[in-house]
């Protein structure tokens, strides 16, 4: 399964928005709603970005209610403030959710490599209670997605809290009772306090039940983490230890931001491998992944190569990011980007970048219209700036030096010993002013 589109209509602080998604294979509209940019290096990744506020997670959301109507009602989910409030006179009564979906015979597709499903899903509000309003699940298609070994409408979804639970306090039965498969994977989008399987949880029994998907799955990790990191596979008092450049360590001690990634990424691997019918490859699976604040936790230099990294690793996964990294912005082309802004009437509007953004460094990403920065300085310190050039202007050729120092040093930047000459621009322009 796949996400064409996602049309909302006052979900949260969404009034109206319609979001078009790339994914593995799409021909027509590939590069969105008018097919007329090129095509992407990775086809299977898309990145929203906008300010805080904005509806970045919201969408996220929205797809993920969207699928999953028929049952997330029933599985664990209780509705609360999704329909948008405005002032009183203009409370929404209702929110609407239409979605445009691939399906595959992975999701019970009997004839034909794929085909296209639309579905529509309400929430309503009656006084108090808001209650989801799932679409007609009486086709045969959707039966898979109430069988929890079935491989078929695999969506997969991590909130900006996601951390994973302690392996101490895992118990597998009381998590199956307390939440339906299905929603348990995409719950941190929606409860903060909900805690991922960690791999100690599962994975150990697949070393003698399948040591084939084993090998996969320690392979993966080992891809997707980088070099800084090895997963060894190898179980010491309970925990699995990693390798660092300096050290084997347990989980339990790894930073917070290897941490954070390995977890969700344990977690994926986990629903992928418990529905993976016999003889598939893990990779071969299909299916959506979304992931709020991707950059969360992660260094700079991380932040560079993560989602290359996720699409090359899982190709035939159709990823939905959020993020506010221009590094990790500067990864993708502006094909694979969905900015919100807000227009004058205070609504969201999606669009993509006017300039393309691969290639581009973090600073000139943060001034182009993606962050829309006017400067990436401290803003008391471009004022300083600002003062000097316009003395520098006027001829003042102490300020022309002090603003060519603190440009290229910052406020540091020591006076010399002994006044030197000022380059020629400067005598050029202090000529102009005189």
């Not at 979906?101 to 579905?119: F, I, N, T, Y």
């Not at 150990?204 to 090998?215: A, D, I, L, V």
């Not at 941490?259 to 490859?281: E, R, S, T």
């Not at 290639?359 to 004022?383: M, N, W």
Request: hydrophobic share 40%.
């Amino acid at each position: 399964m796949y996400i064409r589109s996602l049309k909302v209509r006052d979900l949260r602080a969404v009034a109206s928005a319609r979001l078009e998604l790339l994914h593995p294979g799409r021909v027509d509209g590939r590069s969105g709603a008018d097919g007329t940019l090129p095509r992407p290096r990775f086809d299977n990744v898309n990145l929203i970005l906008g300010v805080n506020g904005a509806g970045k997670s919201t969408l996220l959301d929205g797809i993920a209610l969207g699928v999953l109507s028929p049952i997330i009602a029933q599985a664990g989910f209780r509705p609360h403030f999704l329909i948008r409030r405005g002032p009183l006179e203009k409370h929404a009564d209702r929110a609407t959710l239409d979605i445009d979906m691939v399906v595959h015979r992975q999701d019970g597709l009997k004839k034909g490599s794929e085909a296209r499903r639309r579905v529509a899903t309400s929430v309503e509000r009656r006084g108090d209670v808001e209650r989801i309003v799932g679409y007609d699940d009486s086709h045969p298609i959707w039966e898979g997605m109430f069988s929890e070994e079935s491989p078929a409408f695999l969506i997969v979804g991590y909130g900006a809290t996601r951390r994973v639970e302690s392996s101490a306090n895992v118990d597998t039965a009381a998590r199956s009772r307390a939440r339906q498969l299905r929603y348990e994977r995409v719950a941190s989008l929606f409860e903060e306090q909900f805690t991922l399987r960690p791999l100690t949880s599962w994975l150990p029994e697949w070393s003698s039940r399948n040591p084939g998907r084993h090998k996969q799955v320690v392979n993966l990790i080992n891809r997707l983490s980088g070099e800084d990191v090895r997963f060894t596979g190898v179980l010491e008092r309970g925990e699995y230890v990693f390798r660092t450049k300096r050290t084997d360590v347990p989980f339990s001690a790894l930073s917070d931001g290897y941490k954070a990634f390995i977890g969700w990424v344990g977690d994926l691997l986990y629903h992928v491998c418990m529905g993976c019918p016999k003889g598939m490859k893990l990779v071969d699976n299909k299916g959506v992944v979304l992931v709020d604040e991707i950059d969360l936790h992660i260094h700079p230099k991380w932040q560079r190569t993560i989602i290359p990294t996720l699409a090359r690793a899982l190709p035939n996964m159709q990823f939905v990011f959020t993020s506010h990294s221009p590094l990790v912005v500067g990864t993708l082309e502006r094909a694979n980007i969905h900015l919100i802004e807000t227009n004058r009437l205070g609504r969201p509007v999606l669009r993509r970048p006017d300039e393309e953004i691969y290639g581009l460094s973090a600073d000139q990403i943060l001034r182009s219209d993606v962050f829309g920065l006017e400067s990436t300085r401290d803003p008391s310190f471009k004022a300083h700036l600002d003062a000097l050039s316009g003395e520098a202007a006027i001829g003042d050729r102490e300020a022309a030096m002090t603003f060519m120092r603190q440009v290229a040093q910052g406020q540091g930047a020591a006076l010399p010993e002994e006044p030197s000459e000022p380059p020629e621009w400067v005598r050029r322009l202090a000529a102009r002013s005189t």
